[in-house]
């Protein structure tokens, strides 16, 4: 990735829903370079879509909770069946597989505790091979994700 792919996918990261002349303004390419540069980062898999940010209070979802998941086997065959099954709960935002302690770590966002309970005893307490659950709610969100940092840039913030 070069230095112009480099600022189209930082720009891409704030804002994806620019028209492509303004974009191409905004790094100093022609619109017709912008757009070839942006398919071919969508061709190459640096690009895997696009999506609105959502704040997750303005939907009813104000409780976020991170969630330590340690397995009763750690053979390949305990971890697919895991893994599977964790596709099938559109509760479960993000599956981590993790080093240290846990074996997984997941996100998972509720509308208040009562929703969340019912998450664990629905959804989570029916996980395969499920040793031990650990759950930390989040208090307040410093810093939102907005994107990756870039090689040779500061990031999008």
């Known amino acids: 990735m070069d230095r112009a792919d480099a600022a189209l996918v930082d ?3 704030r804002d994806s829903s ?8 905004s790094i100093a ?6 757009h070839r540069r942006i398919r071919a980062l969508e061709a190459q898999g640096v690009i895997s879509g696009y999506a609105a940010r959502v704040d ?3 939907i009813g979802l104000a409780v976020e909770v991170f969630v330590e998941i340690t ?3 750690q053979s390949r065959e305990a971890m697919d069946r895991f893994e599977r099954a964790v596709g ?4 479960i935002l993000e599956c981590h597989l993790m080093s240290g302690g846990a074996d997984y770590l997941l996100r998972v966002a509720a509308t208040d505790l009562d929703q969340y309970d019912h998450i664990h005893r629905d959804c989570l307490a ?8 650990r759950s930390s709610f989040s208090l307040r969100r410093i810093k939102r994700f907005a994107g990756y940092s870039l090689p040779g840039k500061q990031g999008p913030g």
Do not use: K, N, Y
């Not at 390419?29 to 912008?34: D, E, N, V």
């Not at 099938?88 to 509760?91: K, L």
């Not at 029916?126 to 659950?133: K, Y």
């Open 88 to 91: 099938d709960f559109g509760d």
């Open 11 to 13: 720009a891409l990261q």
């Open 18 to 25: 620019r028209p492509i002349a303004e974009l191409a303004e």
């Open 126 to 133: 029916r996980l395969p091979g499920v040793s031990s659950m």
């Open 29 to 34: 390419l022609s619109p017709s370079a912008c």
């Open 56 to 58: 997750p209070r303005r």
């Open 71 to 73: 397995l009763t086997s």
